[in-house]
T-cell receptor, first 113, second 111 residues
Framework: ETGVTQTPRHLVMGMTNKKSLKCEQH?????MYWYKQSAKKPLELMFV???????ENNSVPSRFSPECPNSSHLFLHLHTLQPEDSALYLC????????????FGQGTRLTVV | DAKTTQPPSMDCAEGRAANLPCNHS???????VYWYRQIHSQGPQYIIH???NNETNEMASLIITEDRKSSTLILPHATLRDTAVYYC????????????FGSGTRLSIRP
């Protein structure tokens, strides 16, 4: 138990669906992250939020839309995804962006059909 | 942030010390060495980090060479639960620095 909780753990969605991934942390951290991990590839940093403000977007397609309503919650809204978007989506948080260590959730295994 | 090089895979007998090397020959003076691991289908787990002194915690020890161009993560008594991919990351303690993962070392612990 890392203190970072992601829901759902598994999600299957069609290409025309809209769904959201949720991440919650009660560690008092100010920075939150979304990572994507495709099969047999390293983790890819997608978005960085600091104090609820998006500070980094690593050329992620607009079909992925993050939202950070407060410092404890982070969402990733998904719409019109492609099968190649199937991956493990990981949320992490750290005390601040300088971040000595990041705490990761268990991830959401997403399958797009 | 400096680049790191790790062997793609290693194995170790259960109960023995697992020594995982990392090369970071271009490391600069203000860059820290971090280690994470990822057990299959779980999120990465922070293990330890250091700047230039050796560090030890309940999970592992980190040995950094005097010239800081390489480091070794030591799991003193490996168990089957230590089977995972281990990532060595070098980064500045700065809000401008990202936590970027490479391919890591896949450590297999054999009974």
């Amino acid at each position: 138990e890392t203190g970072v909780t992601q829901t759902p753990r598994h999600l299957v969605m069609g290409m025309t669906n809209k769904k959201s991934l949720k991440c919650e942390q009660h560690l008092g951290h100010n920075a939150m992250y979304w990572y994507k991990q495709s099969a047999k590839k390293p983790l890819e940093l997608m978005f960085v939020y600091s104090l609820e403000e998006r500070v980094e977007n690593n050329s992620v397609p607009s079909r992925f839309s993050p939202e950070c309503p407060n410092s404890s919650h982070l969402f990733l809204h998904l719409h019109t995804l492609q099968p190649e978007d199937s991956a493990l989506y990981l949320c992490a948080s750290s005390r601040d962006r300088a971040g000595a260590e990041a705490f990761f959730g268990q991830g959401t295994r997403l399958t797009v059909v | 942030d400096a680049k790191t090089t790790q062997p793609p895979s290693m194995d170790c007998a259960e109960g023995r010390a697992a020594n995982l090397p990392c090369n970071h020959s271009t490391i600069s003076g203000n860059e820290y060495v971090y280690w994470y691991r990822q057990i299959h289908s779980q999120g990465p787990q922070y293990i330890i980090h250091g700047l230039k002194n050796n560090e030890t915690n309940e999970m592992a020890s980190l040995i950094i060479t005097e010239d800081r161009k390489s480091s070794t993560l030591i799991l003193p008594h490996a168990t089957l639960r230590d089977t995972a991919v281990y990532y060595c990351i070098v980064r500045v303690y700065s809000s401008a620095s990202k936590i970027i993962f490479g391919s890591g070392t896949r450590l297999s612990i054999r009974p």
